[in-house]
């Protein structure tokens, strides 16, 4: 029998007294595509750390091509072949695609660097692999996908044979991701082995060969995708049964409360055309739409980010400007961004620090900010919100990713009547999701709520009404029923299948 191009049997990783790994056996083949799931906590980093050699095992045996690994080192690891490409892309933005593929191994010639046989070589990796980028072009001119593909071409030059993806869809569009999945199935194709750690279920059915779940650092899933439901790796993963599923509840016409925004024929440069919406009280709306449909667009103008070059906006019947986030702010809106690390916390600051931000107003004494109102205010959010730790005193930094985001909820729910959330549940596991959709169902009285998802299926989850762009116009524009069918959806803002 053929060795498995990469083995591990019996590990088992503990820090301090805390077990993170129990007991896991895992392999991957070459010329298998192999997902790897399990909610955060899981032991998913952990496993895939030991592969990469960036930590050694506790207890438990690895071997990599028949070979028992006896140094666990990234620098061993890397130069036998097996290449970790996290959301964080580690490229130069100021060299081009073929410096930073064979960067620190430039081709010389007579002492000078070959830049002839370099592009060459750059040029024959990337056809290998169906990546249409011109090796002379500079990483700072890439789409996200296609710096994707770049560290992947990188990997490939180095001659990697297992590739661990972590988490790519959390910063890749659905439309990106079709051109990303033809370039894992390449690498497929090559002969390669590929671990691809996601949190989306969409995914798997269409990637996926065979399926390993982790749950509380125990393997409990370890199967090939023929073999199983998508519904039953959502209660291994969460080791909840079906009927806990967040399901939302139809709301009857007569629960939407009064008319709050009307957008009327805005229209932004060549990106946005005649958008003519109205938005209730009560209601869960959801704008979905691809990379290039506007819908971020759209957000940022409700927001006061961007100033739309045409057309009128009514908040409460009142025309209103919005020619700046503190005017957003001053008329009632929040504005939850999807880069929460870049730009929506202050994550060396505290909960509290955080939460309190755009509503300083509200906790100011006569000269000085009044702590009571402060400790009032956040410690109430703290509570409704359900954040872990429950200390307003704690450093964002280091707060899991899904409390992050009940953090950056909780920051708007103050002031915000009406709400945009870009990408609420990016990068959450099922159960934190799960419990974010239920947040934003909770605080949606007397609000206007607007979700700006990446998927649409946790945009469905958590809507009542839902408008699709594509190339900046609405096309369809409707109230969210047990008939709605999302994969006509999907079509409609030009996916194709």
Known sequence: MQDHLCELKGIYKDYAATPALKNVDFHIDRKEICTLLGKNGAGKSTLIKIISGAISPTKGEMYFKGKKVNVFNTKNAFEQGISVLYQELYLLPNLTVQENIFAGRLPIKNGMVNYK?????????????????????????????????VSVATAISRKAELFVFDEPSSILSMKELQVFYKSIRKLKEMGKGIIYVTHSLEEIPVIADRVVILRDGVKVVDDSLENIKIDDIEVSITGKSKKDKVRKKEIAITEKGRLKVELKSICFRNLLEDINLNFYENLVYCIYGLEGSGKKILGKILFGDLKPTRGIIKIDGKVIRLNSPSDGIHNGVGYMVDERAN???????????????????KVKGKIFLDYKKIDKLVYKRIDEIGIFPPRASIIVNELSGGNQQKV??????????????????????????????????????????IVIPSEIEDGLAMSDWIVILHNGKVVKNEEITSKTNKRELLKLAGLEF
């Open 117 to 149: 046989r370099m592009k060459e070589e750059a040029r024959r990796i990337l056809e290998s692999l169906n990546i249409n980028i011109d090796p002379d072009t500079y990483i700072a001119q890439l789409s996200t996908v296609e710096k994707q593909l």
């Open 343 to 361: 730009e929506g916390l202050l994550l060396n600051k505290n909960i509290s620090d955080n939460i309190i931000l755009p509503c300083f107003e």
């Open 408 to 449: 950056l909820l909780g920051k708007w729910l103050e002031i915000g009547f009406i709400l945009v959330l870009v990408d609420p549940t990016r990068g959450l596991d099922i159960e934190t999701n799960r419990k974010v959709i239920e947040l934003i169902r909770r605080f949606r009285k007397g609000r206007v709520t």
